[in-house]
Nanobody, 125 residues
Framework: QVQLVESGGGLVQAGDSLRLSCVAS????????MGWFRQAPGKERESVAA???????YYADSLKGRFTISRDNAKNTVYLQMNSLKPEDTAVYYC???????????????????WGQGTQVTVSS
C-alpha cells in the first residue's frame, strides 16, 4: 500500500485550467499504476484518466483532448492537467494507485487499492 496526498484543486471559471498533483509515499512508485477518478454530488465515482508503470495511458472518452495525465517517478508524483474546464467537471477528484502485480484495468476504480483523500474542483459558469 502507498499513501497518497492530492493537491491543486480550487475554484475556477469555465475555460480555465488547473493542474492536480498527487504525491505517493514509498520507494517503489514506478511499480504502480496511478489513476484519477472523480465524484460529483449525487453521482457515482467515475474514471478520469490513468497511467501505468510503462507510461501507457487511459482516458475517459468524454475527457480526451482536455485532460492529460503524466507522472514523474523521481518525485513520486502523478499529475492531471485539466484544460478548458466546464461546470460539469465540478467534483471531488481522487488519486488512486495499484501495484502492477495485480494486473489492473486502468479504467476500473475497483482495481485500485490505495486512495487519497480527494481534492475539490469547482468550475463556475
Amino acid at each position: 500500500q502507498v499513501q497518497l496526498v492530492e493537491s491543486g484543486g480550487g475554484l475556477v471559471q469555465a475555460g480555465d485550467s488547473l493542474r492536480l498533483s498527487c504525491v505517493a509515499s514509498g520507494r517503489t512508485f514506478g511499480s504502480y499504476a496511478m489513476g484519477w477518478f472523480r465524484q460529483a454530488p449525487g453521482k457515482e465515482r467515475e474514471s478520469v484518466a490513468a497511467i501505468n508503470w510503462n507510461d501507457r495511458t487511459y482516458y475517459a472518452d468524454s475527457l480526451k483532448g482536455r485532460f492529460t495525465i503524466s507522472r514523474d517517478n523521481a518525485k513520486n508524483t502523478v499529475y492531471l492537467q485539466m484544460n478548458s474546464l466546464k461546470p460539469e467537471d465540478t467534483a471531488v477528484y481522487y488519486c488512486a494507485a495499484v501495484h502492477y502485480s495485480r494486473y489492473p484495468r486502468l479504467s476500473e476504480s475497483a482495481d485500485f487499492t490505495s486512495w487519497g483523500q480527494g481534492t475539490q474542483v469547482t468550475v463556475s459558469s
